[in-house]
């Protein structure tokens, strides 16, 4: 009789430690689309140029300018994305989920050699957008 | 002269036999309570159980007795040829009506020993179980969360989730987990206290009942039998005197 009731004390403490709270919000970050996602970057710098724009002989423009590469394979499959870039330095933002998309161009231009141009890439899915990832070129053309 | 006198002998021999047969009988019908287990001695020598005898007229002494009541003496007048009956009722012994009072305070206090701290025990389990299934499914919705991070479509619903639905789903864990560890530790404490009592109760002796209405009763006597029958003796000595 003792020795059942004495069985009951592990038992209760037991069946207490194997429910824990293990879940730590902050410790989530492994979904892609998730603002504080924290794996391999969803959004790649493939490259990025600061250029001499001329027409002929004349210099009429220097443009810093970067390619990135959309790590789609991260994502589930079927997921929509669309990519939303803001000028850093310049604050304009091109959002081509709306309704009239940007234009393609998105450098920018008449640069100041030495100076740092970044760029803010964010992919928004279902008119929510997902982690920034900056990235800096600076212009020494 | 001889023959005279040998039959005068023989005659005045026969004379108390001629006399017992001349005496007559009567009967009596004995109605006691309890109807099944009493015993009776007749004038102070025949232990019996018979409800109904044939008795030679006169005065006769009984002492009836039975199983937890007293001894009850009485002298009882037979007239020839007539049939009567007794009726009876054994008064309980005291030591019994002290027995029974002792033996339901017994059975009271082992009650309140071991029936109440034992069911108060079982319904603390039984609410333990219940906050214990309040905490798993409490556990559940957070496991569910979990996968639904992990499945989320959107980075929208990922913030809901991480900042409303998961640490409210956590705020219900945690308060399922405090009632569950209160009411388990309730249940540990009902659990030993049941132990406890049930130990203690354990040393109290149960009351034992000695008919000592029954050594009275048995006193030295001849029972008679089909063998012939047998003595019985008893022998009472109060010790708290």
């Given at each position: 009789m003792r020795r059942a009731w004495l069985l009951c004390i592990p038992l209760i403490i037991g069946l207490a430690g194997c429910l824990k709270d293990d879940l730590d919000p902050a410790g989530l970050t492994s979904n892609p689309l998730d603002p504080?996602?924290?794996?391999?970057a969803l959004i790649e710098l493939v490259s990025d140029t600061a250029r001499i724009v001329y027409s002929g002989p004349v210099h009429v423009d220097t443009v810093v300018e970067q390619t990135i590469h959309v790590r789609a394979d991260l994502l589930a499959p079927g997921t929509d994305y669309t990519l939303y870039v803001t000028l850093v330095n310049t604050g304009e933002v091109f959002d081509y989920s709306s309704e009239f998309p940007p234009p393609e161009d998105r450098a920018y231009h008449h640069v100041v050699p030495g100076v740092s141009y970044c760029y803010d890439y964010q992919l928004k899915v279902q008119f929510s957008k997902t982690k920034v990832y900056r990235y800096c070129t600076t212009a020494n053309p | 002269m001889i023959m005279v006198l040998r039959r005068f002998l023989l005659f005045l021999a026969w004379l108390p036999a001629v006399a017992l047969i001349a005496?007559?009988?009567?009967?009596?019908?004995l109605e006691i309570d309890p109807p099944t287990s009493f015993s009776y001695r007749l004038d102070?020598?025949?232990?019996m159980q018979r409800p109904e005898l044939e008795l030679l007229e006169g005065a006769h002494h009984f002492s009836f007795w039975a199983p937890q009541r007293n001894m009850v003496d009485t002298t009882i007048t037979i007239a020839g040829g007539e049939a009567r009956s007794l009726a009876l009722r054994l008064p309980f012994s005291k030591e019994y009506l002290v027995y029974q009072r002792d033996l339901k305070a017994f059975r009271n206090d082992r009650q309140v020993m071991r029936l109440i701290p034992a069911v108060a025990t079982g319904a603390s389990l039984l609410y333990t179980s219940i906050r214990y299934s309040k905490m798993k499914k409490a556990h559940d919705r957070l496991d569910d969360d979990r996968q639904a991070y992990n499945e989320a479509a959107s980075p929208n619903a990922i913030t809901v989730l991480k900042s409303e639905t998961i640490p409210s789903h956590e705020d219900e864990f945690d308060k399922a987990r405090t009632g569950y560890l209160v009411a388990a530790g309730v249940t540990v404490l009902f659990a030993a206290a049941t132990t406890?009592?049930?130990?203690?109760s354990a040393k109290t002796k149960k009351p034992v009942f000695i008919d000592t209405e029954k050594l009275r009763f048995d006193g030295l006597s001849w029972t008679p039998g089909t063998d012939g029958g047998e003595w019985t003796g008893g022998l009472t000595w109060n010790f708290s005197r």
């Open positions: 504080d996602y924290n794996g391999p | 005496q007559t009988s009567g009967e009596l019908r102070h020598q025949f232990t406890y009592l049930y130990l203690r």
